[in-house]
């Protein structure tokens, strides 16, 4: 027998072994539609050559879940669009877990090995198509993505991660809610990079839920003069201030427009964020900018939303900037929350089991702010 072959039946012996320590049937949530997500006992899924099994540690319950699972155009398509979201899949993108199971190949494609903890970017690129090749893989045109499309996402006791997802190491001292934060913050971060902030510049924030407490906190890393943040509850406000916001905001009881104009000489913010996810936090932003001001959209919205167009051009010609997903901003983002300097107890609000997902779903949906980060731990 030569060596090679001995190689190759050693790792399948291993294999072997390590298979059967794992049980054969796990829970997972199942997608059936919307407002149809059922748990459900499924075998645990054997990793192919190249791909690797996780054991779920927590998964995020993101407001593009919530979206989803309430059925909106933009995973279920309308008379415009085709349906992108998929049935029969587990649900769940922001995830972290340890490796329970990976090949040769596996281990060296994303150099790890067995016992790590790891976390995915919730995107699976293709690499084939035109964005994959230039680099541009956040907007990979195939778009397969962890939870919602091809492949399995984390509401689930174990995962297959396959050869093409991206991964990064996350430190196993770090609580399990707090590690699976490294996906929505590498979103903020993301956010924060399309609004190339200068150092005089005034940055609001709309939204002190997740996406928006990440935002204030990369803002403020890139050396604004002022952060400040906008919501509706004075708790998430405080919570900002935590995070790195130099003025607090109550959108609801503050007469916003005036008091950044006022704060600005009458000129208007530098830079707005929107994080909120609501229509009225759109027009806000356009009304509290400056001339040749910066515009960056984060947010999944639920419905249509209208504005005044000639802000945009006429008026005050702005810079709009869309922000997706969270390329090249990962290890920044893991860098941070081992750091401490975000008060991760506050932000990792809820955790729940995995048969109580409803209840998580539920917590999140309830708009009066009950929750900051809400995560399933499986």
């Not at 748990?39 to 099994?53: A, D, F, S």
């Not at 952060?227 to 009881?253: E, M, P």
Request: net charge negative; proline share 5%; glycine share 10%.
């Amino acid at each position: 027998m030569s060596t090679a072959t001995l190689s190759v039946t050693t790792q399948s012996v291993e294999r072997s072994e390590s298979t059967s320590m794992l049980p054969s049937f796990m829970q997972a949530v199942v997608v059936h539609g919307p407002e149809k997500y059922v748990m459900e006992r499924l075998p645990v899924p054997v990793p192919g050559p190249g791909e690797m099994l996780i054991k779920v540690e927590a998964v995020g319950v993101c407001a593009s879940d919530l979206k989803c699972y309430h059925g909106a155009t933009k995973f279920w398509g309308d008379e415009d669009r085709p349906a992108w979201a998929q049935t029969g899949i587990t649900p769940g993108h922001e995830f972290v877990g340890t490796i329970v199971l990976a090949d040769d190949v596996a281990e060296a494609h994303h150099q790890v090995s067995v016992g790590d903890r790891i976390a995915c970017e919730q995107i699976v690129p293709c690499g084939e198509c035109r964005y994959c090749t230039r680099g541009q893989y956040w907007m990979c045109g195939p778009h397969d993505m962890f939870g919602f499309r091809n492949f399995n996402g984390a509401m689930a006791e174990y995962l297959v991660v396959p050869i093409r997802a991206l991964t990064h190491r996350v430190s196993p001292e770090l609580p399990a809610a707090h590690a699976a934060f490294a996906e929505p913050l590498a979103c903020s971060l993301h956010a924060v990079e399309r609004a190339n902030i200068h150092f005089d510049d005034v940055v609001v924030i709309a939204g002190c839920g997740p996406i928006g407490l990440g935002a204030i906190a990369g803002a403020k890393a890139k050396g604004a003069r002022v952060v400040v943040a906008l919501d509706l509850s004075d708790d998430k406000l405080a919570l900002a201030g935590k995070c790195g916001a130099d003025i607090l905001l109550n959108a609801g009881t503050s007469d916003v427009i005036a008091k950044i104009t006022a704060m600005t000489d009458g000129y208007g913010a530098d830079v707005y964020i929107e994080c909120t996810g609501h229509p009225s936090g759109v027009k806000q932003g356009l009304n509290l900018l400056r001339k040749l001001g910066t515009f960056v959209e984060y947010s999944v919205f639920g419905s249509d939303v209208t504005v005044d167009w000639s802000i945009i051009s006429d008026d005050k010609e702005l810079d709009i900037f869309g922000a997706h997903l969270g390329p090249n901003c990962w290890p920044a983002a893991i860098k941070m929350i081992e750091s401490g300097v975000l008060p991760m107890d506050d932000i990792c609000t809820n955790q729940f089991a995995l048969n109580d997902y409803q209840a998580a779903l539920d917590l999140v949906s309830d708009t009066a702010g009950a929750s900051v980060k809400v995560s399933i731990l499986p």
